[in-house]
């Protein structure tokens, strides 16, 4: 079964930034469409950003142009670096398939808090 570890979450003023990183351990990494989704206390989880296995990235609406997804499939990782955090932007952070194919790792808090 694959294994996916998100990190690089933590505490940040509005306006800061993180990068966010996750690790799969599937050997076969590289022809995966990855996403980055959010899931705030209370609400459904949410598509963030996706990139495909090609490089080509797509984003929510209210992440474009703070965002952005990236990768290194010699690592088997995919990252978020997020920029201009807004305090909505607060959420529990997980990556996946876009298809949301592999089991959910634990995910990594995102607190955007003065």
């Known amino acids: 079964q694959v294994q996916l570890v998100e990190s690089g979450g933590g505490l940040v003023q509005p306006g800061g930034s993180l990068r966010l990183s996750c690790a799969a351990s599937?050997?076969?990494?590289?022809?995966?469409?990855m996403a980055w989704f959010r899931q705030a206390p209370g609400k459904q989880r949410e598509l963030v950003a996706q990139?495909?296995?090609?490089?080509?990235?797509d984003y929510a609406d209210f992440v474009k142009g703070r965002f952005t997804i990236s990768r290194d499939n010699a690592k088997k990782t995919v990252y978020l670096q997020m920029s201009s955090l807004k305090p909505e932007d607060t959420a529990v952070y997980y990556c996946n398939t876009y298809s949301r194919s592999w089991a959910w790792g634990q995910g990594t808090q995102v607190t955007v808090s003065s």
């Open positions: 990139i495909t296995s090609g490089g080509s990235t």
């Open positions: 599937r050997t076969v990494f590289s022809s995966w469409k």
